[in-house]
């Protein structure tokens, strides 16, 4: 399975963003796909995820509220709908899916895409 994300970009606070993350290759099969982001220097953070055929959203708290998964099986695609962004949320966002559970942690994801950049100025 290959993961594209794109759709970062520079944005002032309290502005929105949306990531798109595009899966292809193999029979695309995954139970979840999510979001998590890495800030410079610090750890790989979950932002979300989102149960691939039930589409049920789970969200970080820190993003409860703000932002908004979501997923289209047609186009084996999830996106990433961030509004009233901070600068705390300035970090490297990566799409992930997980085969076998639904999942909070890194640990859990088997596909990675490379990473899409949201800077949020202040």
């Known amino acids: 399975v290959q993961l594209q994300a794109c759709g970062g970009g520079l944005v002032q606070a309290g502005g929105s963003l949306r990531l798109s993350c595009a899966a292809s290759?193999?029979?695309?099969?995954?139970?979840?796909m999510g979001w998590f982001r890495q800030a410079p220097g610090k750890e790989r953070d979950y932002v979300a995820t989102i149960s691939w055929r039930g589409g049920v959203p789970y969200y970080a708290d820190s993003v409860k509220g703000r932002f908004t998964i979501s997923r289209d099986i047609a186009k084996n695609t999830v996106y990433l709908q961030m509004n009233s962004l901070k600068p705390e949320d300035t970090a490297v966002y990566y799409c992930a899916a997980a085969q076998l559970r639904i999942g909070v942690t890194v640990r859990e994801y088997e596909y990675w895409g490379q990473g899409t950049l949201v800077t949020v100025s202040s």
């Open positions: 290759g193999r029979t695309f099969s995954s139970i979840a």
